[in-house]
């Protein structure tokens, strides 16, 4: 059973960091191309960042480029969002996102869905 | 960036009906796009891939067709397990995009 746990949300002042983490069983980590999409309170859903199975290539929405940083361990089957300079604007909850097979380019719809980690910018 | 513009934002229907919500892209997405269903504290759930492909799992009575810019989504006899929030989203290119929703509630 594919199962996606993240972790290191919490309560952050405006320009302040966090790491999230998400940790990956049940299938075959280093196969896929993995995102995070987040979801401010009440509002829609919003694509992050992704990243390659390698590592090789990332990819990420204006909104967050040059503070977020998406990475990943596939030796430890972990994914990670490195947030710096965070705004009120990026509270939300964070999700970790697994690809479906076959989306070489990255460009995916998304299979599997972690329950999230809420981050809060506030001072 | 490619938008996604949903519509309604919101309906009211009632057990049996049968619904359908559109969802039009600013520019050609070609077929690269995807339906998702939402339930209040729960995360989305694939429903419909490339346009018109059901995701393993999916009942028959949700059916997707469209493709370029304009794209649908239709539940053939409402059920009531299907009151939710329904989301499209583009995958041709970067940013990936998501519509802003379509909420299906009770009459």
């Known amino acids: 059973e594919v199962q996606l746990v993240e972790s290191g949300g919490g309560l952050v002042q405006p320009g302040g960091s966090l790491r999230l983490s998400c940790e990956a069983t049940?299938?075959?980590?280093?196969?896929?191309?993995m995102s995070w999409v987040r979801q401010a309170p009440g509002k829609g859903l919003e694509w992050v960042a992704n990243?390659?199975?390698?590592?090789?290539?990332?990819y990420d929405v204006d909104s967050v480029r040059g503070r977020f940083t998406i990475s990943r361990d596939n030796a430890k089957n972990s994914l990670y969002l490195q947030m710096n300079g965070l705004r009120a604007e990026d509270t939300a909850v964070y999700h970790c996102?697994?690809?479906?097979?076959?989306?070489?380019?990255?460009?995916?719809?998304?299979?599997?869905w972690g329950q999230g980690t809420l981050v809060t910018v506030s001072s | 960036a490619i938008q996604l513009t949903q519509s309604p934002s919101s309906l009211s229907a009632s057990e049996g009906d049968r619904v359908t919500v559109t969802c039009r892209a600013s520019?050609?997405?070609?077929?690269?796009l995807a339906w998702y269903q939402q339930k209040p504290g729960k995360v989305p759930k694939l429903l419909i891939y490339?346009?018109?492909s059901l995701e393993s799992g999916v009942p028959s009575r949700f059916s997707g067709s469209g493709s370029g810019t304009d794209f649908t989504l239709t539940i053939s006899s409402l059920q009531p397990e299907d009151f939710a929030t329904y989301y499209c989203?583009?995958?041709?290119?970067?940013?990936?995009?998501f519509g802003g929703g379509t909420k299906v509630e009770i009459k």
């Open positions: 989203q583009q995958f041709n290119s970067y940013p990936l995009t």
């Open positions: 520019q050609g997405v070609s077929s690269d």
């Open positions: 049940g299938f075959t980590f280093s196969n896929y191309w």
């Open positions: 996102v697994k690809a479906p097979p076959d989306y070489g380019t990255g460009r995916s719809t998304f299979d599997y």
């Open positions: 490339r346009a018109s």
């Open positions: 990243i390659k199975q390698d590592g090789g290539e990332k």
